[in-house]
């Protein structure tokens, strides 16, 4: 059933919409305005326009900085603003009126350093490496295996999703692919078998998020760059915890189907598959879990640099689309305009959220 659409809603999606553009219209005039003050005045001998707001929080206690900062994110963040250019902007807003021109020196001192560090480039190769199995059909592929092999119990529906998820997060990283991937194809199934709706959609959520603790994690990356840290030790320390968390997921589900079956029931005979065809399914994971071992294999071994294994991943990911006849020109394309769209989207927050956080450190944020 299509859910209906409000006058109300309507309406109030029209007001957002305009005050949008009228925020964005009012900020590009400032901009303007700035940078004709900026090339044509000195702002320590003239007061123009927003000069004039320049160390205007100066005195502001760090309690009251904290409300503002994080009130203001929240605030943009929830009117549906991208967080990678709001985070950004905001540090950039508030170094302003805090410590005036000469703050905003630390901008630099706060980028530079992201941008020279070389652990930042796994990340496209990562997200590369996820988009080319996905453009391929082979994530749909894999679980299609999973779901044949573990249907015949109930909850194997369920359980298959959150295993489908592990195996998935330990290929490309990415949260978002998990959770959509498994929206799109899992959800259906489970749901035309009658799965409880809390059951369906929890396992799709429970198994998404796993991508956060499961190497090659593109969030571990981020936050080993942020808190320089090493990636390899923190990939060390998230595989067992987000093993054991998919391990317990899938006990959960088959326990509580195996109490209340009509929670989950399993596959009719007639839809299972013998076990000859699920080992003859099953040649068809050999490739990609191949890969997958392979690259966490050269990274715990110390073999290679997690941006060296990045690479390896993301040439094996074209190899296996290869392998299983799934390769074509219009699917690397694919696969390299989402890696670019999602990188910089990624290094973008890396940036502001530095900026951001850099200066409410300064501020003594901390304490």
Not at 138 to 158: C, P, Q, T
Not at 185 to 207: C, E, F, Q, T, V
Not at 358 to 364: D, P, V
Request: net charge neutral.
């Amino acid at each position: 059933m299509t859910p209906s659409i409000t006058p109300n809603q309507t309406s109030s999606n029209g007001l957002l919409k305009w005050a949008l553009i009228l925020a964005t219209a009012g900020f590009s005039f400032i901009c303007v305005v700035e940078l004709i003050n900026i090339l044509f005045y000195d702002p320590y001998e003239e007061e123009r326009f927003l000069f004039s707001f320049a160390e205007s929080l100066m005195e502001t206690e760090i309690e009251t900085l904290t409300l503002l900062m994080f009130g203001t994110l929240a605030l943009l963040l929830m009117a549906g603003l991208p967080m990678a250019f709001v985070v950004g902007g905001l540090g950039v807003v508030f170094i302003y009126l805090v410590g005036g021109q000469t703050m905003v020196n630390i901008i630099p001192t706060r980028i530079y350093p992201l941008m020279s560090n070389a652990d930042l480039a796994a990340i496209p190769l990562f997200i590369f490496m996820a988009s080319m199995l996905e453009k391929a059909g082979l994530i749909e592929e894999m679980f299609d295996v999973v779901y044949k092999w573990m249907g015949g119990l109930n909850g194997g529906l369920a359980a298959a999703t959150i295993l489908a998820s592990t195996i998935l997060a330990a290929m490309v990283g990415v949260i978002g692919a998990a959770v959509v991937t498994m929206g799109i194809i899992a959800l259906p199934a489970m749901l035309k078998r009658n799965y409880d709706h809390k059951i369906a959609l929890g396992s799709i959520m429970a198994g998404g998020t796993l991508g956060i603790l499961i190497p090659p994690s593109i969030l571990a990356i981020l936050y080993a760059v942020i808190a320089q840290q090493s990636v390899g030790q923190l990939y060390l320390g998230s595989l067992v915890p987000g093993l054991m968390l998919s391990g317990m997921y899938i006990a959960y589900v088959l326990f509580r189907t195996l109490l209340n079956p009509k929670l989950g029931p399993a596959l009719p005979r007639e839809e299972r598959v013998s076990f000859t065809q699920k080992l003859r399914l099953f040649r068809n994971l050999i490739a990609p879990i191949f890969l997958v071992f392979l690259v966490l294999g050269l990274l715990f071994g110390g073999i290679a640099t997690p941006v060296e294994a990045a690479g390896i991943g993301s040439f094996g990911a074209i190899i296996v689309a290869i392998i299983h006849k799934r390769f074509s020109l219009q699917a690397l394309r694919d696969a390299s305009v989402t890696t670019a769209r999602a990188s910089a989207m990624v290094l973008w927050i890396i940036f502001g959220a530095s900026i951001f956080v850099g200066f409410f450190i300064l501020e003594g944020g901390q304490d």
